[in-house]
T-cell receptor, first 114, second 111 residues
Framework: DAGVTQSPTHLIKTRGQQVTLRCSPKSGHDTVSWYQQALGQGPQFIFQYYEEEERQRGNFPDRFSGHQFPNYSSELNVNALLLGDSALYLC?????????????FGPGTRLLVL | DQQVKQNSPSLSVQEGRISILNCDYTNSMFDYFLWYKKYPAEGPTFLISISSIKDKNEDGRFTVFLNKSAKHLSLHIVPSQPGDSAVYFCAASVTGNQFYFGTGTSLTVIP
């Protein structure tokens, strides 16, 4: 039973560029959440996708956008990269039950913006 | 606005002894709490959860305690093992809404 997978594992970009990160949820899960984890900090919620729509959004600018596909996989896009976007980007999946949902994380994509 | 706080950045414990990791929160509406363990170069791994209708939940060596009046939860690991050395994050949410994470506590279990 595959867990949450993310690609790529590492990425180096320069300021102003655009990046796309990918996530495949755990088998049986239909909801994907994206987090940004800066060095020495806890994960910060970016947004959540369910039924191919953004359902919730954290305090992140519109440069951060996403997509969910019919197979529940998801992409995170970041435009006009800033140095401060350098972080570990984590994807977490869960099953939308209408009750308390436990999120399971992937290994993350480490993004470095130069 | 840090709604979930872990005030101890690090903790060292002897192997076999109890590890106690603490977490405080400010939002009284939070009703679901989780603990995650994170090794370097890996994503957080789910450990244990607790609903606000309970004050204790156990799973093997791991026990989470919730004190709603104090807005405080703790994770007890007994006995501690060297493989428990990792960064531990607590997270909280209002059911159906986003999770808020603490900044983590780095646990070192000394053999």
């Amino acid at each position: 039973d595959a867990g949450v997978t993310q690609s790529p594992t590492h990425l180096i970009k320069t300021r102003g560029q655009q990046v796309t990160l990918r996530c495949s949820p755990k088998s049986g899960h239909d909801t994907v959440s994206w987090y940004q984890q800066a060095l020495g900090q806890g994960p910060q919620f970016i947004f959540q996708y369910y039924e191919e729509e953004e359902r919730q959004r954290g305090n992140f600018p519109d440069r951060f956008s996403g997509h969910q596909f019919p197979n529940y996989s998801s992409e995170l896009n970041v435009n006009a990269l800033l140095l401060g976007d350098s972080a570990l980007y984590l994807c977490a999946s869960s099953h939308k039950s209408g009750y308390q949902e436990t999120q399971y994380f992937g290994p993350g994509t480490r993004l470095l913006v130069l | 606005d840090q709604q979930v706080k872990q005030n101890s950045p690090s903790l060292s414990v002897q192997e076999g002894r109890i590890s106690i990791l603490n977490c405080d929160y400010t939002n009284s509406m939070f009703d679901y709490f989780l603990w995650y363990k994170k090794y370097p170069a890996e994503g957080p791994t789910f450990l244990i959860s607790i609903s606000s209708i309970k004050d204790k939940n156990e799973d093997g060596r791991f026990t989470v305690f919730l004190n709603k009046s104090a807005k405080h939860l703790s994770l007890h690991i007994v006995p501690s093992q060297p493989g428990d050395s990792a960064v531990y994050f607590c997270a909280a949410s209002v059911t159906g809404n986003q999770f808020y994470f603490g900044t983590g506590t780095s646990l070192t279990v000394i053999p």
